[in-house]
Nanobody, 123 residues
C-alpha cells in the first residue's frame, strides 16, 4: 500500500507563488509517473503537470511557463512550483502516482491519489 502526503497549499495573491510537495511512502523502490491534477468546484479533474521516471515533463497549456514540476527520487517526492498565480488557478490540487516498483522487485501498476490540498488565489 502506498500513501501520498501533500503539503504547501494555501492562499496567494494574484501574481504570487506557492510550492506544493507530495511525498510517497510505502514499499517503493521507484515510481513510474508522478503528477499533479486539480479540480475546481463544478468542474472535472484535470491534469496540470506530470513527470516521468526519466524526468520528462508535460504541462497543461494553461500553466506552461508558470508552473514547474520536479522530483527527488531518493525521497519519492514530487514538487510543483507555481508562479504568476491567477484566480483561475484556484482549485483543490491532487498528487497522483501511477506505477510503482516495489521492494520485492515487483511492479504495481495501480494509480494512487493524495487527499488534495486547497490552493486559493485571491486579492
Amino acid at each position: 500500500q502506498v500513501q501520498l502526503a501533500e503539503s504547501g497549499g494555501g492562499l496567494a495573491q494574484p501574481g504570487g507563488s506557492l510550492k506544493l510537495s507530495c511525498a510517497a511512502s510505502g514499499s517503493i523502490e521507484a515510481i513510474n509517473v508522478m503528477g499533479w491534477y486539480r479540480q475546481a468546484p463544478g468542474k472535472e479533474r484535470e491534469s496540470v503537470a506530470i513527470i516521468s521516471r526519466s524526468g520528462s515533463t508535460n504541462y497543461a497549456d494553461s500553466v506552461k511557463g508558470r508552473f514547474t514540476i520536479s522530483k527527488d527520487n531518493a525521497k519519492n517526492t514530487v514538487y510543483m512550483e507555481m508562479n504568476s498565480l491567477e484566480p483561475d488557478d484556484t482549485s483543490v490540487y491532487y498528487c497522483n502516482v501511477v506505477g510503482i516498483w516495489t521492494g520485492d522487485h515487483g511492479f504495481d501498476p495501480s494509480t494512487y491519489w493524495g487527499q488534495g490540498t486547497q490552493v486559493t488565489v485571491s486579492s
